[in-house]
Every structure is written in structure tokens, then in C-alpha cells.
T-cell receptor, first 117, second 111 residues
Framework: DTEVTQTPKHLVMGMTNKKSLKCEQHMGHRAMYWYKQKAKKPPELMFVYSYEKLSINESVPSRFSPECPNSSLLNLHLHALQPEDSALYLC????????????????FGPGTRLLVL | KQEVTQIPAALSVPEGENLVLNCSFTDSAIYNLQWFRQDPGKGLTSLLLIQSSQREQTSGRLNASLDKSSGRSTLYIAASQPGDSATYLCAVKTGGFKTIFGAGTRLFVKA
């Protein structure tokens, strides 16, 4: 099973709402990632978790709050978002939690399309 | 700062044609280079991964090459089909967990 699942597929929220995105993988991967992708742009890294610990935060605003409750699950909590945060949010995973492995493939989920009104 | 560029930005070809997509990067200190396919509004599907010590990888009708010293990679698609229509992204893995993506080439294969 090389699948990364994400829920929900679509989400519409107001600027005062609180919502969460969920990502799950059962491949035993120990690194998990959140990316943000605007239309016709490449994915941009937001956060990386390695062995359930936050390894990278790419200066993401605090209205985005990641959480990794266990090795299979990654959440992204959203609060007080702005319309410019509307995008496709992609989750990915890779095998080890050790950086610098040259042969590792990242596996991506289908994404959550977020619209902030 | 690593920058990844893909040329052309868009490409339209008739079915059956062989084609080449280009990717260039500014810093040769990479761990690997990966080619992905993305259908509209969907996630990314990994096509090929080339480690920094390798020169090329093949999978079916796809062949990817890597010339690290010149900062270039190409993705060759043989006998293109309408089902190949998608956006193709190359991405380089730099230090740590960071992966830098190019803006992609949007491919349309006409039946």
C-alpha cells in the first residue's frame, strides 16, 4: 500500500472559522510533510515532521498549526485564515525520518482544496 | 539559494510524438532529482527518481537523465498518448528534508 490519504477533499471556511485538515499513511514512513500549492504554481514546503517531531517550519504564519499525534497521522489546524490562504494543501511522506537520504521518494496525497471566504 | 527552472512552460504535441521536457537547477549540491506528474486539481504522482550519483533512470516509455555538473535534467517521453496530458514537475532534494520544485511543464497530447 503506497497511499497517502487526505480529508476532506474540499473545504470552504470563513475567516473566523476553525477547521482541521487530516493526512494519514500506513506505509511505516517516519517523515511527513505539508505543502501549499497555489493555482499554476509549484508546491511550497510548509512543515516537516521527523519521528513525530517538528523538523522544519518554513516561516509559516501562526494561523496554521501542525500536529503529528502518531507516526501515521498528520493534522493541520486552521484558524483565522485569510482569503489569500485559499490553495491546494498537499500532504506527503517519505520512508525514514533521517534527512539526506538520496534514494527516497516522496509519496503525495490527493490534496485538500481550501477556499477561504 | 537553489532555483529550479522548467522549459517549456507549456507544450502541445500530436499523439505518437517523442518529446523532451527540460529542467535546470542552479546549485549542483543535490541529493536527488525527482520527476512528478500532476493532473488538474490532484496530488503529485512520482514518475522517476534519480540519485545524485546516477545518470539516468527508465520506466516504461519514460527516461530521465541527470547531469549534475551542468545543473540539467531531461525527461524523455516516447510515443506520447493523450493520457500523458498533465503537468510535469521536476524537484530537487537539497539539504535536510527540503525539496525545491520547478514551476512545471503543462503537456497536452492531441489525439
Amino acid at each position: 500500500d503506497t497511499e497517502v490519504t487526505q480529508t476532506p477533499k474540499h473545504l470552504v471556511m470563513g475567516m473566523t472559522n476553525k477547521k482541521s485538515l487530516k493526512c494519514e499513511q500506513h506505509m511505516g514512513h517516519r517523515a511527513m510533510y505539508w505543502y501549499k500549492q497555489k493555482a499554476k504554481k509549484p508546491p511550497e514546503l510548509m512543515f516537516v515532521y521527523s519521528y513525530e517531531k517538528l523538523s522544519i517550519n518554513e516561516s509559516v504564519p501562526s494561523r496554521f498549526s501542525p500536529e503529528c499525534p502518531n507516526s501515521s497521522l498528520l493534522n493541520l489546524h486552521l484558524h483565522a485564515l485569510q482569503p489569500e490562504d485559499s490553495a491546494l494543501y498537499l500532504c506527503a511522506s517519505s520512508q525514514t525520518g533521517t534527512s539526506g537520504r538520496s534514494q527516497e521518494t516522496q509519496y503525495f496525497g490527493p490534496g485538500t482544496r481550501l477556499l477561504v471566504l | 539559494k537553489q532555483e529550479v527552472t522548467q522549459i517549456p512552460a507549456a507544450l502541445s504535441v500530436p499523439e505518437g510524438e517523442n518529446l523532451v521536457l527540460n529542467c535546470s537547477f542552479t546549485d549542483s549540491a543535490i541529493y536527488n532529482l525527482q520527476w512528478f506528474r500532476q493532473d488538474p486539481g490532484k496530488g503529485l504522482t512520482s514518475l522517476l527518481l534519480i540519485q545524485s550519483s546516477q545518470r539516468e533512470q527508465t520506466s516504461g516509455r519514460l527516461n530521465a537523465s541527470l547531469d549534475k555538473s551542468s545543473g540539467r535534467s531531461t525527461l524523455y517521453i516516447a510515443a506520447s498518448q493523450p493520457g500523458d496530458s498533465a503537468t510535469y514537475l521536476c524537484a530537487v532534494k537539497t539539504g535536510g528534508f527540503k525539496t525545491i520544485f520547478g514551476a512545471g511543464t503543462r503537456l497536452f497530447v492531441k489525439a
